[in-house]
């Protein structure tokens, strides 16, 4: 009886530990985040099976987006050169500034709506979002840093190994890890809630010179700047001369292939006023300079895109009209969204007017 | 005596956290580094299994590599070698009937700097083997797929980030003939897209007895030089990128590989 009743203490002892084990599993239970496709827009490319959106996952990706010490000298987090009042582009600057002084080569784009982008780079050779944060980190003239260092210097902070535990279950840090947080974060920086959305969802109405503006863009831009995203990521030519400085020849670095010269991705117009400079090189300083090269100043010979060989044909009245509609594309509620901010923020609330 | 119970319980219970907190990581999708290469399991062939040790030999000629050291070419350049490296995958073997048999997927940086990575283990069927086959280089699914750990970690450094995907292979050193800074010669081989696709497909076949637990292998410098056609450093000390010299050099290394068990 003596040594039933210990038996019967024990298995008592050992079934609430299994249960405390079980407990336990659950301890590492990141809350998942709904990603949601904008009503009309196509799927997005972007796997999210094998990097699902968790709170805690976005705000590791936020963290590391805002941290100055992934650059060598400390200077440059992704967020000094992507910022959110441009829309995510470098505002007012035709290329960025990088390590040591340097200048990059390129305009840097605005960062919205990256799950519905295959590739990356104006001449996409970068083929998943979750790679993208190794060039920037690693080029000479941006953060000028090494991988191995960043990763070591994550394993070093207490906060940073919290915070991969909790996006990912154990204080395990390494370079995929990373990149998956910080795709995270970027993944649902989605921009869908300019005045045009709301005329395509039925809640606001273009007043004239926007409408007039948006019936010219259909007939004269879609070809390439392909509705909802306003792109097609098609890689195109369109007769922008080459700078000797740069000597950039877009595509055709990637392919090896020389009908590829010259050819740049197109880029979105979504956020198209705040994203100037325009062009891969930021040579165009506003929508004017853009409108200007497309009726005039453009190379149009046999490598131009076809679309392009007789240049654009744009009257002024047009190109009133047409800035009046990229106005429309304007997402104040996107590059105000304290979500995307860097972190700290007290009121961490998106603002009223988002649409969900 | 009660008191001793709940301490051993405790005590268990304790291990068995354990073992489920190393789980959460199975759990969530990303494998530890190296799981892949204990699978056991053949499509094609069921059955009882048994280990295949492959033995890297990094030769100049018939001249040992060693990192540093000064060696002359088969063209007659004065090297030195400071790194060599290149990736192995989808490993296949042949059987006495002249069967195929895949094997579970394993992607394998052999490094010259790391004489660990000069062995690999690969579990096969228990068949006599006549034939041992590799991609030499990261198969293209790989190079689209995002970022991966264990081998293919990018801070291995065979990873281009501005135009993504893998260094196939990597040979890097100085030269008497090259005129750059450093008098440097880097050749960093990759491209897995046509017409500039650097992966080979290696066989090599192998009259061996039963149950041979180990294959001597080696892989000949001299043949990134001589393999096809000439390599000539003092023309041609960088390749940096995928194109049609990386696609020339690919040609030329694919034949380094022989097979010597007389070692």
């Given at each position: 009886m003596k040594l039933s009743g210990k038996v019967w203490v024990l298995a008592l002892i050992i079934f609430s530990g299994i249960g405390w084990v079980t407990a336990d599993n659950t301890y590492f239970k990141p809350r998942p985040v709904k990603f949601i496709t904008p009503l009309g827009w196509p799927k997005?490319?972007?796997?999210?099976?094998k990097n699902p959106l968790t709170e805690e996952g976005i705000a590791l990706g936020r963290k590391l987006f805002y941290d100055g010490s992934l650059s060598r000298d400390g200077n440059f987090s992704c967020g000094s050169c992507h910022q959110q009042f441009g829309a995510f582009n470098t505002y007012d600057h035709n290329l960025s500034h990088g390590f040591n002084n340097s200048l990059t080569t390129r305009n840097a784009p605005g960062l919205f709506n990256l799950a519905w982008q295959k590739e990356f780079m104006w001449d996409g050779g970068i083929n998943h979002l979750d790679l993208q944060p190794l060039a920037p980190i690693t080029a000479d003239n941006e953060m000028a840093m090494n991988i191995e260092t960043v990763i070591s210097n994550l394993r070093r902070d207490k906060e940073y190994r919290r915070m991969f535990r909790s996006a990912f279950g154990d204080e395990t840090i390494n370079y995929l890890r990373m990149g998956r947080a910080l795709s995270q974060f970027m993944l649902q920086m989605v921009s869908s809630n300019s005045k045009y959305d709301k005329v395509k969802r039925g809640e606001a109405s273009f007043i004239l010179p926007e409408k007039l503006g948006y019936e010219i863009f259909q007939k004269k831009c879609t070809g390439c700047h392909t509705e909802p995203l306003f792109s097609d990521f098609s890689y195109r030519n369109t007769g922008m001369s080459t700078d000797r400085a740069l000597n950039d020849l877009g595509r055709m670095k990637i392919t090896g292939d020389s009908r590829d010269s010259l050819k740049f991705r197109v880029p979105s117009l979504r956020n198209v006023a705040l994203t100037f400079p325009y062009g891969h090189d930021g040579r165009f300083f506003s929508l004017l300079n853009v409108f200007e090269h497309y009726r005039k100043n453009m190379v149009a010979d046999k490598h131009t895109d076809s679309l392009l060989r007789g240049k654009l044909a744009l009257s002024n009245y047009e190109i009133g009209q047409l800035t009046a509609f990229l106005y429309t594309l304007t997402d104040s509620s996107f590059v105000k969204d304290p979500r995307f901010a860097?972190?700290?923020?007290?009121?961490d609330k998106p603002p009223v007017d988002i649409h969900q | 005596m009660k008191i001793f119970c709940l301490i051993a319980c405790f005590l268990f219970t304790c291990f068995i956290t354990a073992k489920g907190e190393g789980q959460g990581v199975v759990s969530n999708g990303i494998p530890p580094a190296g799981k892949d290469s204990h699978n056991t399991s053949f499509h094609s062939n069921p059955g009882p299994t048994r280990k295949l040790v492959l033995i890297f030999h990094h030769m100049i000629g018939n001249k040992t590599l060693l990192l540093g050291e000064t060696f002359t070419t088969a063209t007659g350049d004065t090297i030195q070698v400071y790194k060599f490296k290149y990736y192995l995958s989808n490993f296949s073997v042949t059987d006495d009937k002249g069967k195929i048999i895949q094997l579970p997927p394993q992607y394998c940086l052999v490094d010259e700097a790391d004489s660990a990575s000069k062995t690999i283990v690969l579990n096969i069927p228990d068949i006599t083997v006549t034939g041992v086959s590799w991609l030499l280089g990261v198969d293209s699914i790989k190079n689209v797929s995002g970022i991966q750990s264990g081998a293919l970690d990018p801070l291995k450094g065979m990873f281009w980030t501005w135009n993504s995907g893998y260094v196939m292979a990597k040979l890097e050193g100085s030269a008497t003939a090259s005129k750059i800074a450093g008098q440097s010669f880097q050749y960093h081989i990759g491209g897995f897209r046509t017409p500039m696709n650097t992966l080979r497909t290696i066989r090599l076949s192998a009259s061996l007895e039963k149950d041979v637990p180990a294959i001597h292998i080696i892989a000949d410098i001299n043949r990134w030089f001589t393999g096809k056609t000439n390599l000539s450093i003092a023309e041609t000390p960088v390749c940096h990128g995928p194109g049609p010299l990386a696609v020339r050099i690919a040609d030329n290394y694919s034949t380094m590989f022989s097979i010597q068990n007389t070692y």
């Open positions: 997005p490319v972007y796997d999210f099976s860097a972190p700290g923020n007290i009121n | -």
